[in-house]
């Protein structure tokens, strides 16, 4: 069992290398690293979500508590507000795991982390701290997949679920889109790491309580390269997770430098890589109908919650 005291937290906080960016930030005594973040949690919303997938959000919702910063930067980022730091608030370990229990009190159907990679020492904190309280709902780690197994290890026994990205298995996509070309082979090791902590599904009600989903945006005009992304997950894992294909990119790039991107996905490149999947044998999968394309799916960032 880890300590998870201030001294453990420290260690990881003095020289940070959580992350693949490997910035070596002081983040101890207030340097950010690539992340945008010193050593104190910020957060910018902790609510009841619905725009999960079924089996994770549920009727009830599930409990997001999205963290300020990314270690990534997508250029086409939809929580640019919260990955650059627009919105935020400073939160202790104590607060955290008392927002944990707050949203379980809520009736939430899990505890979401969303884009929690360069929290993971203060996150595990208070998770153990909450778990050791009264939270007894599972724990969703939502992540970019940008992630060392090394940090993935130091929540084991406190997630059950993952709900990972695949974003890219190009690394020129992934250098062009989030200035990452080793995006693939980090990606695809912090996948394994997650379906090996996961083990097998397990739902109650349909409503997962353990397991892996993987996520796949389709970005506009790249229908190649998410039938490569499909076909390694498929290839990869078969039926050891559930492959989620993704077609409510909105436009966030900077037109001028990306004008590739400055449109939404059609129905038809949507449809040939959701084709695509039943053609090579996906059988757990979730995909997005009718007019979920035109939705918002960026919630309010305002602190709601924190």
């Known amino acids: 069992m880890k300590p998870y005291t201030e001294e453990w937290i420290d260690s990881f906080m003095a020289d940070c290398r959580l992350c693949p960016r490997d910035c070596h930030a002081d983040r101890f005594h207030g340097e950010r690293g690539y992340c945008g973040q010193d ?7 902790a609510a009841l979500h619905m725009w999960e997938e079924p089996c994770i959000s549920g009727d009830a919702g599930s409990g997001a508590v999205f963290f300020t910063g990314c270690s990534l930067g997508c250029v086409y980022c939809q929580n640019r507000k919260i990955s650059d730091g627009t919105v935020e608030k400073e939160i202790g370990i104590g607060r955290l795991a008392e927002i944990f229990l ?36 599972p724990v969703v780690y939502n992540s970019s997949s ?23 298995t190009d690394e020129a996509l992934a250098k062009k889109y989030s200035a990452a070309a080793d995006y693939p082979q980090v990606a ?19 409503i997962m309580k353990k397991g892996v989903i993987v996520r796949h945006l389709v970005l506009p005009g790249q229908i190649v390269a998410s039938k490569n992304v499909i076909r390694y997950l498929h290839e990869r894992y078969g039926e050891k997770i559930y492959i989620s294909i993704l077609n409510q990119y909105t436009p966030m790039a900077d037109p001028e430098k990306y004008p590739e991107l ?6 038809e490149e949507y449809d040939e890589v959701v084709d695509y999947a039943i053609e090579i044998g996906v059988e757990q999968g979730f995909i997005q109908e009718g007019e979920t394309a035109l939705e918002s799916f960026i919630p309010e960032f305002d602190i709601t919650g924190v």
Do not use: C
């Open 39 to 45: 050593a104190r949690i910020r957060a910018a919303r």
């Open 102 to 137: 707050e949203l379980q009190e809520k009736g939430a159907n899990n505890i979401n982390l969303v884009t929690a990679g360069h929290f993971v020492p203060q996150v595990a904190a208070a998770l153990d701290l909450a778990k050791r309280q009264r939270l007894s709902i």
């Open 146 to 168: 940008y992630e060392l197994v090394e940090t993935l290890r130091l929540l084991e026994g406190l997630v059950d679920i993952w709900l990972p990205d695949l974003k890219y």
């Open 188 to 206: 695809k090791a912090a996948l394994d790491e997650m379906v090996r902590q996961a083990g097998e599904s397990e739902f109650v009600s349909a």
């Open 262 to 267: 400055d449109r939404k996905v059609t129905p």
